[in-house]
């Protein structure tokens, strides 16, 4: 693919209050940018700031209708994220690099179609980071933002009503750091950690089975092979009350309770949903 090299000239420096921690750090200014055969023409970058505290700000505009981002540290695997735009093409967001101090390649790709499977190249730059990211950004948490998000969506069919469709929404509409299909944020160990509502639980062939107080048994199975669902409430230790969808012949959202506890065979992994963008 033909590349051609355009100057980049950045006027504006913006440090983000929330990042600073401790003395003023350096700052080191992106001048160029590769742009790949009709990319320039696509997209149109704000003034970048690079700073050394493993973030940046992408912000401008895009005639694209879906805009991705890939930031591949020298000698570790690309990971990639769809910037939101608005409605006229224009975004804003703050990008949390966490792979730590080195060099990255910080490459665009769009497309005219929101969704498709196919994408063009659109430009590249590098970036040099010197400083990790500050502790409270590395795992920013959003479990308060997924739990507002399935507030809205109970009662109705999220994406094509399959259990994975809620995490997915959750997960994209607040810009979460997660790697498809089910690496759904920080593992958890549900023995030792604090368990929250907002959290996402992944099941494989689990069942329980419970005695209740009438002297009935109870079964439940989640998961043939695979189910997902938010942690809407938590009632105890292993005890929660669960948003999903396609469950018990529903293809909507609805919330039921199970109690992990009691389980008598299967898997299931809990998993804390953390910040990958920041909205500026």
């Not at 769009?110 to 994408?119: D, I, L, N, R, V």
């Not at 089975?209 to 199975?221: A, I, M, N, V």
Request: glycine fraction near 8%; hydrophobic fraction near 40%; proline fraction near 4%.
């Amino acid at each position: 693919m033909f590349l051609r090299r355009i100057p980049l000239h950045i006027l504006l420096a913006l440090v983000v209050g929330a990042i600073l921690v401790g003395p003023a750090v350096a700052q080191t200014y992106n001048d160029a940018m590769t742009w790949y055969d009709g990319g320039e023409g696509k997209l149109s970058l704000a003034p970048t700031p690079v700073t050394n505290l493993s973030s940046i700000v992408f912000a401008g505009t895009t005639t694209q209708k879906d805009l991705l981002v890939t930031v591949t540290k020298e000698g570790a695997e690309a990971h990639s994220a769809h910037i939101p735009l608005a409605a006229d093409g224009s975004f804003n967001v703050l990008y949390l690099i966490k792979g730590g101090i080195g060099t990255y390649a910080i490459t665009f790709f769009g497309s005219p179609q929101k969704g498709s499977a196919k994408y063009q190249g659109l430009g590249v730059f590098t970036l040099t980071v010197a400083e990790v990211l500050p502790a409270e950004l590395l795992n920013l948490e959003l479990n308060g933002k997924i739990s507002e998000f399935v507030d809205k969506v109970l009662g109705s069919t999220v994406g094509r009503g399959e259990c994975w469709d809620l995490a997915q929404e959750a997960l994209d509409t607040n810009l979460a750091d997660w790697t498809r299909p089910l690496t759904f944020g920080l593992p958890l160990d549900p023995e030792r950690a604090e368990i929250k509502a907002g959290d996402i639980v992944q099941f494989r062939n689990l069942k329980t089975t419970e005695q209740l107080s009438d002297k009935t048994t109870r079964w439940e199975t989640l998961g043939s092979p695979d189910h997902t669902a938010v942690i809407y409430k938590v009632l105890g230790k292993k005890h929660y009350t669960l948003a999903h969808q396609n469950v018990r012949g529903k293809r909507r959202v609805i919330t039921s309770d199970i109690n992990l506890a009691k389980a008598t065979s299967g898997e299931y992994w809990i998993y804390r949903p953390v910040a990958l963008m920041v909205r500026q």
